[in-house]
């Protein structure tokens, strides 16, 4: 009866012990991010946003790729468009993409002209010491989408982070890029 008890109690305790570790690699790899909303509001504050999916064409993924140099690998984006006084400031996509064996998403904020605004690493499932810093990705911020936005030109490398600077660069192209191709579609703006 003592061994069966024993073998329970040594039972629970390794539950208990596995769940924290668990825990805590959720709340490591997500440690210092913020949420959606968070990086909506710091992008453009005191701002109404509206919501809205994007559904890509064929089409549209050939123009993006070609502009951004970029793969898209979805064709469905979540775009957010910031008004003050009724008039558009800016938009915001979301683009998740992987870093090297995990999972990244950023909120790319973009001026209403299209060039960067904010970015701001929603989710980054990599371990912390391989993650873009805000001064890091600031260097992206007032830049157009042209062949210097890349790394090596306007862009530094991020030491022992290569990878992940240059997944930030692409999706922030791709996401400039993106951004460009529905404003040419609905008429702001021409080729």
């Known amino acids: 009866m003592s061994d069966c008890l024993f073998v329970r109690g040594a039972r629970r305790l390794l539950f208990v012990v596995a769940l924290c570790f668990a825990a805590g690699n959720i709340v490591h790899a997500q440690f210092g991010l913020v949420s959606r909303e968070e990086a909506l509001a710091s992008a453009f504050p005191d701002a109404a946003v509206t919501s809205e999916r994007i559904f890509l064409t064929d089409a549209q993924v050939d123009q993006i790729e070609e502009l951004s140099r970029a793969d898209v690998d979805s064709k469905l984006y979540a775009r957010y468009i910031a008004r003050r006084n009724g008039e558009v400031i800016g938009r915001a996509y979301v683009d998740t993409h992987q870093?090297?064996?995990?999972?990244e998403s950023l909120v790319v904020s973009l001026h209403a002209d299209g060039r960067v605004r904010r970015i701001d690493v929603t989710v980054f499932l990599e371990p912390p010491d391989y993650i873009a810093r805000p001064s890091w990705m600031a260097?992206?911020?007032?830049?157009?989408?042209?062949?210097?936005?890349?790394?090596?030109?306007?862009?530094?490398?991020?030491?022992?982070?290569?990878?992940?600077?240059?997944?930030?660069?692409?999706?922030?192209?791709?996401?400039?890029?993106?951004?460009?191709?529905?404003?040419?579609?609905?008429?702001?703006?021409?080729?």
């Open 99 to 103: 870093v090297r064996t995990k999972k």
């Open 139 to 191: 260097q992206f911020y007032g830049r157009p989408l042209d062949r210097d936005l890349a790394i090596q030109r306007v862009i530094r490398p991020i030491a022992g982070a290569t990878i992940t600077a240059n997944t930030v660069t692409l999706a922030v192209r791709r996401v400039m890029a993106l951004d460009q191709v529905l404003r040419i579609g609905a008429g702001e703006i021409t080729p």
